[in-house]
């Protein structure tokens, strides 16, 4: 096993430090003891803060009001250089944070202001590293049962003793060696840990698996694509857009055995509704990004799945982008609300796609109630068709210019808006019950694809196709800050930004929103208007999602700095300019004039409050 | 790089030969003791010089330019038309490298500035290190290129990478996609199509 831990501080402060954790730690596997600790909201138990994935925090001393008075309270360095996505936990007196690789864990001391009381490094092959596509992320450890698990670069899923970093257990869940490695954050329901797997530049094919929270033993895997058993469908009882699925639906959207290097990768965030039993998440892009070479809706990736939490069997899937032609991977997060629409109360599933488009559903059946873009300058396709009677129903109508497929391989396909990156890529919105709107980190970028032939070799890069990426035409800003109303399909507000927004964004009940900027920002915003209250700058870039916490009465603001990801690979040496001509140069000036390199978490209270 | 450093014909790079890349002008069995001794040798006198030395085109055989010692070089038209191969090796670069090296071969904070690099890499060097990998891997960086010798994506087209970024190093190209390119010459095509087999 590769992985070893350490006591760094006296045990006298260890104990004390675990004394909460005890008690919570008590809760059996198979029980609700996250149900339970999420509705604390001085603990972040899970890195979507609660299973329904709002990122909305109850704590209300930080407020509209008070916000521009936060200070920096402590700062904590991770040592490591590469991009760092995700956020800390914080259960009791211990805050969890994790780096991208070597996936480092610290177990840090809230009462000695971020004392390390362990961590934990394992050794992995640094062959994983050029396995990643965009950078070695890693988007965040996951904690039940006094344990934090934590999905590593290599597809090691290893259970940490909360209290002393020991490894409980270690099981490896892929092989990198084909392109498979860990990047997103488990989530664990009950007495399951599930997990996904990325790599979809390597043509791995996607899976989302369930393990035992007790000692690592698979209990299911199920697979984005295949036949009928792999994926853990029942034809009749599987539905899509109020139909059964029917036998074969993934086989027959495949050239012969292509599915089997297809990816529908499962990297993105996952979601839980207790109610229903249902857990929610996305598949990523067929593999290659050369549409010509792969013909067939290419089912079920792009694909929003509704599973049960226990036999992971699915209950419902919707595909957003069939036959992809643009890289616009399903993955991000699948937001859980329950909101009024025309009288009614429902039950409803929120999901910002990489494709642009909002698509708001009922979580209960799958039935797709809103799909519209939340940026105007989205043009691959004009809508998405809502006629229930169409024969394409649920699609997207595909603009014949913007086609990859109808262009060609060889062929430049200029002006594509979203770019590769998605409107929005994996870092999360929030949603706010007290004004009922979404708060949504987007990219405002456009590019040109040419795809073209490639070739398969296992774990080596499965393309087959050549972007450029430049800000979306009419401006020379790259992201916005976007309040949105998932009822209705409309923006309330956009806050331009000068580079994409690729920080995850937090909601809180003292009626301020923050996210975090590439140049290193942490931002404070109204939750009603958008109106800047606060920033400060970071010591680096900002791809990390903000988290609040309480301890020993007094609410914290947290968030991990450290630019590097796609956007900072796409970004570091300055996006080429299609339109230099047309001025606005230095509106997108290179990202390094702004920030560099390096890991570390920066920790916000009001001083006194 | 003692694997790679023949043209024995071993099954995982056999289709190199498709492309003629082992042939007597790539000097791969030679490309340790280049490396070795690159350093040492003083830099060329001519007014452009780079890794390979004067990239100017001498010969050309079937669209293909290379220069007076036979590495395979770029040739730019005063319209601004750039030859297949280096047009090529944009596209390729793009999809191969890019995430790692940065676009237009200007680095990214994962790796380094392979238009940089061309500067002092001759093209012998290029190829070792492309085909074998490198690491760098310490407590402060993790710099891991791998081995793409039996990457067909990349190999079947390296000369045209070499060529493109060879263009970038000498500034004889700028940023983005070249405007203008030659046709595809059909032995290209027929290249291709044997090695990506």
Aim: aromatic letters at 10%.
């Amino acid at each position: 096993m590769a992985g070893f831990s350490m006591r760094l501080l006296a045990a006298s402060i260890v104990v004390s430090s675990f004394l909460l954790l005890q008690g919570a730690a008590i809760a059996q596997p198979g029980s609700d003891e996250l149900l339970k600790m999420e509705k604390d909201p001085a603990n972040v138990v899970m890195p979507t803060i609660t299973y329904d994935n709002q990122r909305y925090s109850s704590l209300n001393k930080i407020t509209a009001e008070n916000v521009g008075k936060l200070q920096v309270a402590w700062t904590f360095s991770t040592g490591v250089l590469r991009g760092h996505e995700g956020a800390p936990l914080v259960i009791g007196d211990v805050m969890y944070v994790h780096t991208p690789f070597p996936n480092t864990v610290f177990a840090l001391d809230l009462n000695h202001d971020g004392a390390i009381l362990w961590k934990y490094e394992p050794r992995q092959d640094p062959n994983v590293i050029p396995v990643m596509c965009c950078d070695t992320v890693n988007r965040g450890v996951a904690y039940a049962d006094g344990k934090i698990f934590l999905h590593q670069a290599d597809t090691t899923l290893v259970a940490l003793d909360a209290k002393t970093g020991k490894v409980v257990w270690s099981i490896k869940t892929d092989d990198p060696g084909k392109g498979a490695t860990g990047t997103a954050a488990p989530m664990i329901v009950k007495d399951k840990v599930y997990v996904g797997v990325s790599g979809g530049e390597f043509g791995v094919r996607g899976w989302l698996a369930a393990y035992s929270v007790k000692d690592g033993k698979q209990l299911w895997r199920a697979y984005s694509a295949g036949p009928d058993a792999d994926l853990m469908v029942d034809p009749e009882k599987t539905m899509s857009l109020g139909k059964p699925i029917g036998a074969n639906s993934s086989l027959k959207t495949w050239e012969g055995d292509q599915w089997k290097i297809g990816g529908g990768d499962t990297w993105g965030w996952y979601s839980y509704d207790p109610q229903l039993n249902l857990i929610y998440y996305g598949t990523g892009n067929p593999s290659t990004w050369n549409p010509k070479q792969r013909p067939g809706d290419n089912k079920w990736s792009m694909t929003i799945f509704a599973r049960d939490a226990d036999t992971g069997m699915a209950k419902w899937v919707y595909q957003m982008t069939p036959h992809d032609e643009w890289d616009y991977d399903g993955v991000n997060e699948m937001i859980l609300a329950d909101q009024q629409m025309n009288g009614q109360m429902r039950h409803l599933l929120v999901h910002f796609d990489r494709n642009g488009f909002a698509y708001t559903l009922d979580r209960v059946t799958g039935e797709l109630l809103v799909a519209e873009k939340y940026d105007p300058a989205v043009n691959w396709a004009t809508k998405v068709d809502m006629d229930k009677n169409s024969p394409t129903y649920g699609r997207p109508q595909v603009v014949a210019q913007y086609s990859t497929q109808h262009n060609g391989e060889d062929t430049d396909t200029k002006g594509v808006c979203p770019a590769a990156l998605g409107t929005k890529d994996e870092q999360p919105a929030a949603f706010s019950p007290d004004t009922g709107l979404f708060y949504v980190p987007t990219n405002h970028v456009c590019m040109d694809y040419e795809p073209f032939r490639v070739s398969y070799t296992a774990g080596q890069p499965y393309v087959g196709a050549t972007l450029s990426m430049y800000p979306a035409p009419g401006g020379n800003t790259m992201g916005n800050f976007v309040a949105w109303d998932a009822r209705t399909g409309k923006i309330a507000w956009s806050n331009p930004e000068q580079f994409s927004v690729w920080s995850g964004a937090l909601a809180t009940k003292g009626g301020v929103v923050f996210y975090g900027t590439l140049e290193g920002y942490l931002k404070a915003v109204d939750a009603k208007t958008g109106k800047e209250l606060y920033r400060f700058k970071t010591p680096s870039g900002i791809i990390g999602n903000v988290m609040t916490y309480e301890h020993a009465g007094k609410q914290y603001v947290a968030v991990l700095s450290g630019v590097g990801g796609w956007a900072g690979i796409g970004l570091a040496a300055g996006l080429t300019d299609a339109h230099a001509g047309l001025g606005a140069v230095g509106g997108y000036a290179a990202l390094n004039n702004y920030t560099a390199l390096g890991g570390s978490l920066t920790v916000f209270a009001i001083p006194g409050g | 790089m003692a694997g790679i450093a023949t043209c024995v014909p071993m099954p995982a790079i056999s289709f190199l030969h498709h492309l003629g890349i082992c042939d007597l002008k790539s000097p791969l069995h030679a490309a340790a003791f280049v490396a070795a001794f690159l350093t040492l040798s003083p830099p060329l006198a001519h007014a452009l010089t780079d890794g390979s030395g004067d990239p100017a085109p001498v010969t050309s055989e079937d669209g293909k330019w290379a220069d007076k010692d036979g590495n395979p070089t770029f040739k730019i038209e005063k319209d601004g038309t750039v030859d297949w191969y280096t047009y090529a090796g944009f596209t390729r670069y793009s999809a191969e490298c890019l995430r790692c090296h940065g676009p237009d071969g200007l680095g990214s904070t994962y790796a380094p500035p392979l238009a940089d690099s061309m500067k002092r890499l001759s093209y012998s060097d290029f190829y070792a290190v492309v085909a074998s990998g490198k690491q760098a891997v310490s407590s402060s960086q993790e710099l891991v290129m791998p081995a793409e010798g039996n990457n067909r994506n990349v190999m079947c087209y390296i000369d045209a990478i070499y060529t493109y970024l060879r263009a970038r190093a000498d500034d004889a190209i700028g940023r983005g996609r070249p405007d203008k390119h030659a046709p595809k010459p059909e032995p290209f095509s027929k290249a291709e199509d044997a090695c990506m087999e």
